[in-house]
């Protein structure tokens, strides 16, 4: 097998993380690959925010939770998990993990979801190939509505918010599960 495919296959959302800060030239070489993703007529309006510190973590966990249970509330459907965890003050989407990264795109993306996907996935893949850990926290979307937040990570007037992925050491083993085979609706020859 290729060493594209093995990276694929063998890449899992990790949710346990050492205690050790990701070295800043592999941060670097992690959003080089996001930037180099795929993106629609070649924009390439993706941009990323990198969290480090831990205090600015803690905050930004609990308030990501918090907007998370408001926005499902308001929207009329109550999250019960969201719910359980805005109760709990132990609650950290973020996985104890030592670094995350939030994806945006600048108000000139045609397709600014898509471009901010693809990005993240290949951050994904690169992270894995060098031995670290990712997971794609969609807790934290209502960060990417707080006037706070947007502030405190200098994002620009008229960028979206597309994702946040959380990165580190793995600890431990990660907890792999099966995935069916492939579901193909139509195969028109």
Known sequence: MNETLRSIYDRWSVRKFKDEKVPVDVINEILKAGLHAANGMNRQA????????????????????????????????PNPMAERMAGDPDADIFYGAPGIVFVFTAPDAVTPVEDGALAVGNMMLAAHSLGYGT???????????????????????????????????????????????VKVLKWVK
């Open 135 to 181: 997971c794609f926290i969609g807790f934290a979307a209502g960060l990417g509505q707080d006037p706070e937040f947007l502030a405190e990570m200098d994002v620009p007037e008229g960028h979206r918010y597309i994702a946040c992925m959380i990165l580190g050491r793995p600890d431990g083993d990660v907890e792999r599960r099966p995935r069916p085979d």
């Open 46 to 77: 993706v941009r990323f925010a990198v969290i480090e510190d831990k205090e600015m973590i803690k905050k930004y966990n609990r308030k990501a939770i918090t907007l998370f249970a408001e926005m499902a509330r308001a929207a009329g459907q």
